[in-house]
Structures are given as structure tokens and as C-alpha cells.
């Protein structure tokens, strides 16, 4: 199954860092999604685009994770010759991802 079929996403870029937050459609799959998703799958995944550390925040609570990737907009959104390889186009690469 792909990432979608279980989450959805939200987004956010500050300077050269990309938050994307991962919320499970039914907390039962909150687990899969903790399992599944870790930093360093997150930086297998975004292999050249994120190129410093990314950090995992857990909110069990909301039934999502939080990931902080640094150095992954190219010097920051202003600064980045990528025509749009900002928060809402690394979220839908994400959400293709394939879960076992």
C-alpha cells in the first residue's frame, strides 16, 4: 500500500528547512506510521534533495509524526533555483511512498 491510502500530510518551509507532518486518516495506524517512517528512511527517500539531518517528532496524542529536514530547499525557498521543490511537492513524494 502507499503512504496515502493510511495518512495525508501538511507542510511548512522556513529558511532551508522542510517540515512535513504526517497524520494517520484512523489512529489505529498511528503504529505502522511510527514503525514505518523514520529519519532514516526519510533521508533514503529524499536522497539529494535532503542533505542534512532530519529530525522525528512523535505526537501520538494527534496521531501524527513531524519531520524537520534540514539543508532540503536548496539554500531556502527564495534562494532555490528548483522551480517548486518546496514543502507541498516533497509531501506528495511522500505520500508515494510504499508501506509494508
Not at 33 to 61: C, D, N
Request: hydrophobic share 40%; aromatic share 8%.
Amino acid at each position: 500500500m502507499l503512504l496515502r491510502d493510511i495518512a495525508h500530510t501538511r507542510t511548512g518551509d522556513k529558511g532551508d528547512r522542510s517540515t512535513i507532518s504526517v497524520i494517520a486518516y484512523d489512529r489505529q495506524d498511528f503504529e505502522l506510521l511510527e514503525s514505518w517512517l523514520t529519519p532514516e528512511r526519510m533521508l533514503a527517500h529524499f536522497e539529494g534533495i535532503a542533505k542534512g539531518p532530519v529530525f522525528r517528532y512523535s505526537l501520538p496524542q494527534l496521531g501524527a509524526l513531524n519531520f524537520v529536514m534540514h539543508n532540503a530547499l536548496g539554500g531556502g525557498v527564495t534562494r532555490s533555483l528548483a522551480l517548486d521543490a518546496h514543502g507541498k511537492c516533497l509531501s506528495a513524494k511522500l505520500l508515494s511512498l510504499e508501506i509494508e
